[in-house]
């Protein structure tokens, strides 16, 4: 798929393999975005961003602080608005933030039914959700006795109950320790696999966003610096060196002089 953006937007071919994705062609569009904008104050957050994904594709959003990240999700979400340009997004649309943000004084069913408008899920829709994420006994417990990865599976439950065409992911795993970060990883690729909605991840973790994305963008300046399809095969492993090519570019994209300074960025 081609996109267009205000900056540069490329695609890269590693170890030889064919960028197309014919099967997320086929798909309706989830997102488009043509010239938005966001200013704050006298400075343009995003300045002419072009966009386009797809139903069942798997987009990570890198860059460093202040690019707009989290901006542009916001925006997707309907939580901020644009400044100027056309937004067109799927009306079904769910959010994960780094937090998990769950009610204490409300069960972890009815933090899952929380948020979806006229009862459209019930405490059945729920507790099936809340299976799917691994937490099927812990329909009727309350959130303080959660530890925090189970907490994030709630919240993702939630967000995957309402079936979304679009699910935005803002730095989910962040607050994560590595095994349950790791673990959140294969529940998320396993959910996305199932359900198929768009995906649109804000994440500082390069390897992350190759592990898991179809493409990853890098923002910078307001606008799209860096477009690359990930044309690895699942599952990915960080040693391969279509993996390693890729990260020493992304990392290099975000400024960071040596691929061995570290998967962060």
């Known amino acids: 798929m081609s996109l267009h953006s205000s900056s540069p937007t490329e ?34 957050v995003l300045d002419g961003i072009d966009l386009e994904v797809r139903r069942g594709e798997f987009v990570s959003l890198l860059g460093p602080s202040g690019t707009g990240k989290t901006t542009l999700l916001r925006i997707l979400a309907g939580l901020d608005r644009a400044d100027g340009g056309r937004v067109e997004v799927a009306s079904a649309r769910s959010v994960v933030f780094q937090e998990p943000r769950l009610v204490s004084a409300k069960r972890v069913w009815q933090n899952v039914v929380l948020g979806h408008v006229q009862n459209r899920v019930t405490r059945r829709l729920a507790a099936a959700a809340l299976e799917e994420v691994g937490l099927g006994r812990h329909v009727d417990v309350w959130p303080k006795t959660l530890s925090g990865g189970e907490a994030q599976r709630v919240a993702l439950a939630r967000a995957l109950a309402g079936e979304p065409n679009l699910l935005l992911l803002d730095e989910p795993f962040a607050a994560l320790d ?39 963008i890098v923002l910078s300046g307001g606008g799209i610096r860096f477009d690359a399809r990930v ?21 290099a994209e975000l400024g960071v002089a040596s691929p061995e300074a570290g998967g962060h960025a």
């Open 178 to 216: 590595a095994l349950t970060r790791i673990r959140m990883h294969d529940l998320v690729a396993q959910l996305w696999r199932r359900h198929l909605p768009a995906v649109v991840l804000v994440t500082h973790d390069v390897d992350e966003a190759i592990l898991m994305s179809d493409r990853v």
């Open 231 to 251: 044309p690895l095969e699942r599952p990915r492993k960080r040693g391969d060196a279509g993996f390693t090519a890729l990260r020493a570019r992304l990392l």
């Open 11 to 44: 695609a890269v071919a590693l170890a030889g393999l064919d960028l197309a994705a014919p099967q997320t062609l086929a798909q309706p569009v989830a997102v488009r975005l043509e010239g938005v904008r966001r200013v704050f104050g006298s400075r343009a």
